[in-house]
């Protein structure tokens, strides 16, 4: 067994709804490590159409590439490894990965399409069967185990990119307003929206003068036109199900 890598949150699924969840405990300053098994179920898909703020649609794994990318420079890193195995400890949870490796986290959020086994022993997390397998949550993702949460497809979410990608974000939140992490909102404001007025800029938030606003509005025009400036490369990846004619 290789020695233990500490992290403050563990996500488990490297798709739309722990990527959001990633982007937000990662903003609030909790050291954050998504591990991913194999790739995403949305790079399965065509062409993304009902994605807000995309009129025409968009490319599923670009948008996948783009949300990752954004994890990244919150602060997340990110891992290809298969979770087997979850343990609650007194001060948390240790996971163990196929590999052999550990990974010890204050809190853990499941974010995997339907693959459960890895904590279906918790006393506490109540899967539900209807074909597949889901874990009983409440509307934030909270288990019945404490620090132990579920995000997305696996929270029994509809599997709608936009709706799993909103519910990985309540859940991070929700993580982070049950930890210590002092935490208001994470909202970027003009400068003087709460200093102007005699208050205090309250935890989570940060003003921006004209200048800083404009200096990030442009690079994420530079950045934005760099990801849309030719197709991307891969091609969507079929239902395994579906026989390889090549």
Known sequence: M?????????????????????IFTARAGLETLVVNDGEPILRRNGHLENYPGFPAGVNSR?????????????????REARVVDLD???????????DDREISASYVIAATKNTVDFMADIEGVDI???????????????TGVEGLY????????????????GHG??????????????????????????????RDLPPGCEEISQEERLKRERESLSVMQEYFAEPHPDAPTQHPSVADEN
């Open 88 to 98: 609650p400890t007194a001060g948390g949870f240790v996971a163990t990965t196929a």
């Open 169 to 198: 974000a309540s859940v991070g939140v929700a993580l982070i307003e049950d930890s210590d992490v002092n935490f208001y909102h994470d909202w970027v404001a003009p400068e003087g929206y709460f200093t102007g007025r005699d």
């Open 150 to 165: 579920a995000a997305g497809r696996l929270a029994m979410q509809p599997y709608q990119t936009i709706i799993v990608a």
């Open 62 to 78: 670009l948008l996948l590439d783009m949300m990752a990318a954004q994890a990244e420079r919150a602060g997340c890193s990110r």
């Open 2 to 22: 290789s020695s233990t890598v500490d992290q403050d949150v563990l996500i488990v699924g490297g798709g739309p709804a722990g990527l959001s969840a990633g």
């Open 128 to 142: 539900i069967s209807r074909g597949k397998d889901f874990v009983d949550t409440n509307d934030r993702g909270r």
